[in-house]
Each structure stands twice: as C-alpha cells, then as structure tokens.
C-alpha cells in the first residue's frame, strides 16, 4: 500500500503522482528519440576508425591520371604542359630518385630508363622495362593522400623468373604468387612514410587500378597493373 502523506489528501496525491508518471514516461520517449536516432545515421565510431573513415571520403576525390602515351624518343615529349614527378626511395639499394616522368599525357623515355634501373631486381640487377601506367598508379596514391610531393618507400620492384622462384622456395608460406606481376614489371611493394598501411591500402583501394595486395604484418602494400583483383597476407611477405 502506498504512504500517503498527511497534509496531501488521496485525490492530491494521485493525482501528483499521475503528473510524475507523465514526466517520467516523457524522458523515456525523449531518450528513444535521440538513441534511435542514433541507431539511424549508422554505427558510430570513435578515435582513429572516424577519422580514417572520414579522411578517405574526402582524398578519394582527388582527380586521378589516366594512361598517357609513350613515344619512341625523347623528340616526341612536348616542351609545354603540367609536369608529373615522382620521389622513390629503395630500401634495398639505398637508392633514391627526383624524376619527372611525364608531361601532359605524354611519358618520357628517358624517365622511363632511369626508373626502370632504380626498380632494377635487387638480387642480379637486371631490369626490366616498367609499364607506365604503374608510375602513374603511384601518382595517384600520393594524390589521394594529399601528399603531391611525398616520397614513396619502395619494398620490391622488378623481379627476374630466378629471383621470383627463390624467395617462393624460401618457406611453404611466402606470399609470393608464382605468375608474380614483379616478374612481368607490372608491380611494385610500396610503403609511405607516415602514412598507416591500413590507409595506404584503402587509398589504393580506391584508385579500382590493378592488383592490390595488404601485408599488414610486414607493413607494405602491393600495387600492380594487372587484372583488378584485392587479397591479404597475413604471414610475413618476402620481397
């Protein structure tokens, strides 16, 4: 049985009581209201995930080249348009290269020399001549990441038929495709300093161009110009 205070009559006090539930039942609406809400604009996020989520919607729009052409000398390379450059660092060789491979939509040849010698196989030092587009793939990476002028730490470039099948030979897992895009000088392992791989591989992710491949464990990723195709290795990857 309820208390019923002395000075308050029943009717008074039920009828009170009645306004109390009506502010109680009030609140809980309210409350519904804004959790769903809530509910309704999606999951929610916290600390780094919102501000990664956040960062690649707005670099994803960042305009992206497409292939250009490749002439058969340096005579046919315009004077006059925008010039493209690229910052490479090897971390095997200690190598670093300032080049500016293209202008406009045309590759330049000599550029395209010294780039395959920087990407030469680390381990007989043969080269092989890169197909463009995989210059202009880490173009666009650097472009979506709003860093135009950043430096790309390169992991593996080219790899010769023996190289690729000696690192495959290693261990049972290696990560290492036998029809490897490095052979046909269509890839290249990448990392950027500063940059997480996890946001590395999203970005170029993005670009929908060719292979990409995540190594989060040895913190690179793969970008290749073959068929569009994604995976993820989680042992240690050779380069």
Not at 72 to 84: L, M, R
Not at 172 to 197: F, L
Request: glycine letters at 8%; charged letters at 25%.
């Amino acid at each position: 049985m309820a208390f019923i205070p002395a000075a308050l009559s029943s009717s008074k006090f039920f009828r009170l009581l009645g306004h109390r539930r009506v502010w109680a039942g009030s609140a809980v609406v309210a409350l519904l209201a804004v959790t769903t809400a809530g509910y309704a604009r999606g999951p929610r996020m916290h600390g780094h995930s919102f501000r990664h989520a956040v960062s690649l919607r707005l670099l994803s729009n960042a305009m992206v080249l497409t292939p250009g052409t490749l002439p058969a000398d340096d005579a046919a390379v315009p004077e006059e348009g925008t010039k493209y450059e690229l910052k490479l660092h090897h971390l095997h060789s200690g190598e670093s290269i300032d080049v500016v491979y293209r202008i406009g939509d045309t590759y330049i040849p000599e550029a395209m020399d010294k780039l395959d010698y920087f990407l030469r196989d680390s381990r007989t030092q043969d080269e092989k001549a890169y197909d463009p587009r995989e210059f202009d793939v880490l173009h666009n990476v650097l472009a979506r990441l709003g860093r135009p002028d950043g430096t790309i730490d390169i992991v593996c470039g080219y790899r010769t038929p023996w190289s690729n099948n000696f690192l495959r030979t290693r261990s049972r897992h290696t990560g290492v495709a036998k029809d490897s895009q490095h052979v046909q000088a269509k890839a290249i392992d990448i990392r950027v300093p500063g940059v997480r791989t996890r946001l590395l591989r999203d970005v170029a992710l993005s670009l929908d161009e060719g292979g990409v491949g995540y190594y989060p464990r040895s913190q690179f990723v793969h970008v290749d110009v073959g068929p569009v195709r994604r995976w993820t290795f989680g042992g240690r990857g050779e380069d």
